[in-house]
């Protein structure tokens, strides 16, 4: 089983930036599909974007051309880059690992981090 371990949440002002991190505990993390997913405060969690293990990548439209999903396979991690942050942005971010078909991601029974609260505010 992939243990995952999120990291770079925090406090920001509408219009900044953060970065999220995701530690792996696995080296066959690079065979992974790999997902950031959101839930706010009495909504259903959502998937924001998606990485193939060739780096394919997908975005949720609420995020296309703000946050940017990569990863570093030798370090087994994961990155979320979000930039021009918005007040709507705020929830707890999960980490996920699972496979893609069809270019939808399938998230893997278990394989999620415990998640890192981002907050947008003044």
């Known amino acids: 089983q992939v243990q995952l371990v999120e990291s770079g949440g925090g406090l920001v002002q509408p219009g900044g930036s953060l970065r999220l991190s995701c530690a792996a505990s696995?080296?066959?993390?690079?065979?992974?599909?790999m997902a950031w997913y959101r839930q706010a405060p009495e909504k259903t969690r959502e998937l924001v974007a998606s990485?193939?293990?060739?780096?394919?990548?997908n975005y949720a439209d609420s995020v296309k051309g703000r946050f940017t999903i990569s990863r570093a396979n030798a370090q087994n991690t994961l990155y979320l880059q979000m930039n021009s942050l918005k007040p709507e942005d705020t929830a707890v971010y999960y980490c996920?690992?699972?496979?893609?078909?069809?270019?939808?991601?399938?998230?893997?029974?278990?394989?999620w981090g415990q998640g890192t609260q981002v907050t947008v505010s003044f």
């Open positions: 696995r080296s066959i993390f690079s065979t992974y599909a």
């Open positions: 990485i193939t293990p060739f780096e394919d990548t």
């Open positions: 996920s690992a699972g496979s893609t078909l069809g270019g939808t991601y399938y998230p893997g029974a278990g394989y």
